[in-house]
């Protein structure tokens, strides 16, 4: 087992045989965040995975990307399925646009990140930060250490970043 290790009380466990998640979160672990860049055309993918799925070739290698983005959308969990997520509700899973390879091969996509809104230290966002942020809000990624040899890619509000209005779901 190439990973095995409690987050929040849950387990998480990373199987030797998947090789392309084991070297994607090596280098998480490292707090550096590396994508596949396809050896036939060049283009990079997300989540990690075995061929290209724009010109299906195996081949491909492992670049360092800049971890900044916007939200492209996002979802607020207010009753968490997952118990162990219950003392954090109202929380942010967050649908980040990068800034690397946006608008490619065609105009509407994007490599398109998905993690939590965090702290700048890696926490779970609190409520009065879950409020700030919504579609357009300029992210950058950050990693929580969860045990040695893993840490989760996250996302938190880019302070360095010129924020537009951000659009959020109507409330109720
Ligand atoms: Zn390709």
């Keep these: 087992m190439a990973v095995n290790a409690a987050y929040l009380g849950m ?7 998947d090789i ?4 994607y979160f090596k280098h998480c672990a490292a707090h ?5 860049q396809c050896s036939a055309c ?3 993918r997300y989540p990690p995975t075995t ?3 724009w010109c299906a070739d195996r081949e491909s290698r492992w670049v360092p990307v800049e971890g900044k983005g916007a939200v492209h959308s996002y979802t607020e969990i207010r009753h968490a399925i997952q118990p162990a ?8 899973v967050l649908l980040v646009d990068l800034d690397t390879q946006k608008g490619k091969p065609s105009e509407h996509e994007a490599l398109r990140v998905l993690a939590n809104l965090c702290t700048p230290d890696g926490k779970l966002a609190p409520p009065e930060m879950v409020r700030q ?10 990693f929580t250490d969860v045990a040695p040899g893993l840490s989760l890619p ?6 360095a970043a010129s924020q537009p209005k951000p659009w959020r779901y109507p409330e109720r």
């Design 51 to 53: 061929a290209c799925p």
């Design 154 to 159: 996250q996302w938190t509000i880019d302070e």
């Design 42 to 44: 060049n283009l990079l």
């Design 133 to 142: 942020v919504g579609i357009g809000t300029r992210v950058r990624m950050i």
């Design 20 to 23: 392309e998640n084991v070297e």
């Design 85 to 92: 997520f219950k003392p954090f509700v109202p929380y942010l």
């Design 11 to 17: 387990q998480l466990d990373l199987n030797d045989l």
């Design 32 to 36: 550096s965040f590396h994508l596949q």
